[in-house]
């Protein structure tokens, strides 16, 4: 199981913004400059956050981006939603009876990777951005 670099990069993009959203609204040229993401990636990410109003952008010469709501209001799961990140530690669709790749019955340690799903989803459901901004200034001290 791996997050893909959409994933990834969201939530980088999004830390990056909550740290400054409060001053002015962010360019997306200034978050690709200080996290280093390609800035076409950035606008493909940011539509995505726009669409499920994680943020919202701001028209005009100190124009950017400002989040839609309050940090600590915000997810991990939230922003993985929006930009179609799947967490999934099985291949198999749990809701069909049919088992692990296409046999009759469920691999012999699905429950295993199951459980282990189930604790990784409930982990970005407890975290906020708020919690990682917080963590990063914790760490520079």
């Given amino acids: 199981?791996?997050?893909?670099?959409?994933?990834?990069?969201?939530?980088?993009?999004?830390v990056?913004?909550?740290?400054?959203?409060?001053i002015n609204?962010?360019?997306l040229r200034d978050i690709s400059l200080r996290?280093?993401?390609s800035l076409d990636y950035l606008e493909q990410i940011f539509s995505k956050l726009r669409k499920n109003e994680i943020v919202q952008s701001v028209r005009g010469?100190?124009?950017g981006y400002i989040l839609n709501k309050k940090a600590r209001e915000i997810k991990l799961t939230n922003i993985l939603?929006?930009?179609?990140?799947?967490?999934k530690t099985v291949q198999c669709?749990?809701?069909l009876k049919k088992g692990c790749n296409g046999k009759a019955t469920k691999c012999l340690t699905h429950n295993l990777w199951d459980e282990l799903e189930?604790?990784?989803?409930?982990?970005?459901?407890?975290?906020?951005?708020?919690?990682?901004?917080?963590?990063?200034l914790d760490r520079r001290a």
């Fill in 16 to 22: 990056d913004l909550a740290r400054f959203n409060e």
């Fill in 93 to 95: 669709k749990k809701e």
């Fill in 81 to 87: 939603d929006a930009v179609d990140e799947k967490v």
């Fill in 61 to 63: 010469k100190q124009g």
């Fill in 35 to 37: 996290q280093g993401i």
């Fill in 25 to 27: 609204p962010v360019s």
């Fill in 118 to 136: 189930t604790h990784i989803n409930n982990f970005f459901d407890k975290k906020s951005l708020e919690d990682l901004v917080q963590d990063n």
């Fill in 1 to 14: 199981m791996k997050l893909s670099s959409k994933g990834r990069y969201a939530v980088m993009a999004l």
